[in-house]
């Protein structure tokens, strides 16, 4: 069985944004009477990425900036001066999918893991989301 929902990300500028709660609120109604089951969350955007991370990490953004600068000499610059080109790559190597366990109608996160949206542009964006929550019949009550 499944359930299915897309949903708005408010809006936000470059950086690493801990939305758990946010991601929770959206999908509250898909994880009621879900005993066992799995939540993946796919962002359909190309210059951001879903990550989790320790929900109190305040370094990720400046290691990513540091694996992918974005001094280098990009080819790819028609897009304007938001350094789309350097989100992309970033994007590439997050990813725009997570997946997590769910148990008795609640995410089973470790006690310091966050969802996270990593935000790759400078200007601030509103984000869509697809959430698909996969459970077996059974395992309802």
Same mark, same amino acid.
């Given at each position: 069985?499944?359930?299915?929902?897309?949903?708005?990300?408010?809006?936000?500028?470059?950086?690493?944004?801990?939305?758990?709660?946010?991601?929770?609120?959206?999908?509250?109604?898909?994880?009621?009477?879900?005993?066992?089951?799995?939540?993946?969350?796919? &962002?359909? =955007? @190309?210059?951001?990425? $879903?990550?989790?991370?320790?929900?109190?990490?305040?370094?990720?953004?400046? #290691? *990513?900036?540091?694996?992918?600068?974005?001094?280098?000499?990009?080819?790819?610059?028609?897009?304007?001066?938001?350094?789309?080109? &350097?989100? =992309? @790559?970033?994007?590439? $190597?997050?990813?725009?999918?997570?997946?997590?366990?769910?148990?008795?109608? #609640? *995410?089973?996160?470790?006690?310091?893991?966050?969802?996270?949206?990593?935000?790759?542009?400078?200007?601030?964006?509103?984000?869509? &989301?697809?959430? @698909?929550?996969?459970?077996?019949?059974?395992?309802?009550?």
């Amino acid at each position: 069985m499944g359930w299915q929902k897309t949903f708005t990300l408010s809006r936000r500028s470059k950086g690493c944004h801990l939305i758990t709660d946010e991601v929770r609120l959206q999908i509250k109604d898909g994880l009621e009477g879900v005993s066992v089951g799995m939540l993946f969350l796919f &962002v359909k =955007h @190309t210059s951001c990425a $879903l990550t989790l991370n320790e929900n109190w990490d305040k370094d990720m953004d400046m #290691a *990513l900036d540091h694996v992918v600068p974005e001094t280098l000499d990009w080819l790819h610059t028609d897009e304007g001066p938001d350094i789309s080109r &350097v989100s =992309h @790559t970033k994007a590439s $190597l997050i990813g725009p999918t997570i997946s997590m366990p769910i148990t008795n109608g #609640a *995410l089973n996160l470790g006690t310091w893991q966050g969802i996270y949206l990593t935000e790759f542009r400078h200007i601030a964006h509103s984000r869509q &989301v697809v959430a @698909t929550i996969m459970y077996d019949h059974f395992s309802l009550p």
